[in-house]
């Protein structure tokens, strides 16, 4: 009987290939699935950080929408438009023209 048995009694009963097939698909079956387990928690772990990404990275968004309002709003305070500038040195140059001809009228006098 002994042949037909790899290994001898244990309490008993008779340990056969089935029963170690058995083992292996229980040992296969219990890591695949803590592997499952642990890819599923980093999953996780990973969609949390990234909502938090998404939190700052908007709230960033808004800072940066702000200061380039705040930005574009203080500008016509801080700087001469290009058209009113074009108008003050028409001004200035019709100014000189008229000194230059008052200087002209002395000159000639």
Known sequence: MKSRYFFSVYRGMEVDFQFFV???I??????????LKSLSDRIKENELELNGLKTHHENDLKEARQKVNDLALSLPEKYVNKGDFENLVKVVHHRFDRIEEKLDSLNAK
Do not use: I, Q, S
Request: hydrophobic residues 70%; proline residues 0%.
């Open 26 to 35: 229980a040992l296969l079956t219990f890591f695949g699935g803590w592997v």
């Open 22 to 24: 058995n083992v292996v």
